[in-house]
């Protein structure tokens, strides 16, 4: 991997505006290659971190839900006014799109979900796990995050090869605030709003977490489907593969 190759693929089309939403643990850093190498190509991209994430840590707090967090993505819209979006939502980070896609729907040109949880109105992330899993993290947060949060898991849970790249992203995850896994996200419409959707799931591994998400993504009626035969953190080791299915999209 290398910044260079993330930001060699050729740009297909007229420029597009992209925003990046993260999953948990995570930040808007994340994206640093893919948004160079969308950047390149002559697209605009924004990478927004989600309160009590990334560099907005310090504002960690229990009153942190999932609308903190949608409403963080679509006061980025309004900030910038933004039109015309290929909106993407990795792992958690699916959370959020799908919030800001029901409310912003005429902003919205296309959504991508990167091996992203999918939720229907009412559903909070934890009732998107599968049986157990939701209440071994609520264990794990009251344990080591003071309940108050998710604690970052440690880096077998996190499948790309060791080396400079997993150490940085390692170096840069923090604690998730656990009032956005419990809180439900309140729709008007299904999931999607009625736009066209991408959803790329990530199989070499499949994470156990994603699974149901994935078999709703596969059962929705005129979504795209397509797998990658990739980690579910694949943007740290291999930005140009992303790279490469953003700027494919519509």
């Known amino acids: 991997m ?3 190759d993330a930001q060699a693929q050729a740009a297909p089309g007229a ?6 939403v993260h999953g948990a643990y995570g930040g808007g850093w994340i994206w640093r290659d893919i948004a160079a190498g969308l950047r390149q190509q002559g697209h605009r991209v924004f990478t927004p971190t989600q309160t009590g994430l990334g560099e907005r840590s310090h504002l960690l707090s229990r009153q942190i839900t999932v609308d903190t967090h949608i409403e963080d993505v679509a006061s ?11 909106l993407v939502g990795h792992s958690y980070g699916g959370m959020a799109v799908t919030g800001v896609a029901d409310r912003l729907t005429d902003r919205v040109r296309h959504i991508v979900y990167l091996d992203a949880l999918i939720p229907e109105n009412g559903d909070t992330a934890f009732a998107l796990l599968p049986a157990g899993m939701a209440e071994a993290r609520r264990k794990a947060a009251l344990e080591q995050g003071a309940g108050v949060a998710l604690p970052v898991p440690g880096p077998d849970a996190f499948p790309i090869p060791a080396g400079p790249a997993k150490d940085w992203f390692m170096q840069r995850l923090r604690p998730h605030p656990i009032g956005t896994y419990e809180s439900p996200v309140r729709l008007a419409k299904p999931a999607g709003a009625g736009l066209p959707v991408t959803y790329v799931a990530y199989t070499s591994p499949a994470l156990a977490s994603i699974e149901p998400s994935r078999q709703r993504a596969r ?3 005129g979504w795209h489907y397509r797998e990658l035969a990739v980690p579910h953190d694949v943007e740290v080791p291999n930005p140009e593969k ?3 299915v953003l700027s494919g999209v519509g």
Request: charge should be neutral; glycine fraction near 4%.
């Open 219 to 221: 059962a929705k009626a």
């Open 76 to 86: 980025l819209f309004a900030m910038e006014d933004l039109r015309d979006v290929v």
């Open 2 to 4: 290398s910044r260079g």
């Open 242 to 244: 992303v790279v490469e």
């Open 15 to 20: 420029p597009k505006t992209y925003v990046l």
